[in-house]
């Protein structure tokens, strides 16, 4: 994959295998720099919840497979206007935003 890093830099990263990457790794480079991986914010829902209806809510949303970024007290999901529609009648409150995503990588991710 070729890519500029923010400093205009070309870059191509070609590796052996598919690995997860996150916000703050790094790729060392063959002469010992590094370039620091930065999310690309993007528009997600921010969900939060009253009393124990937060553990349904959660519940909800793996019971759908859906990537979920976990937070104190919120979380974070892709945004989905249907998604969003059904939280709220489960008694959430849905905020839209523009933000980094770092979901949980899952029970069966492995580096």
């Known amino acids: 994959m070729r890519f500029a890093t923010a400093g205009g830099a070309d870059v191509l990263l070609d590796l052996p295998e598919a690995i997860a990457v996150r916000e703050g790794d790094a790729y060392e480079l063959e002469d010992g720099g590094l370039i620091r991986v930065r999310a690309v914010a993007e528009p997600l829902l921010e969900v939060t919840a009253a009393g124990d209806a937060m553990a349904r809510i959660a519940w909800h949303i793996g019971n759908r497979h859906l990537p979920a970024q976990f937070l104190p007290g ?21 905020t839209t935003l523009t933000a980094a995503f770092d979901p949980e990588p899952g029970a069966y991710h492995h580096g």
């Open 74 to 94: 919120r979380v974070r999901i892709l945004e989905d206007h249907v998604i969003a529609e059904m939280l709220v009648g489960l008694g959430a409150q849905v």
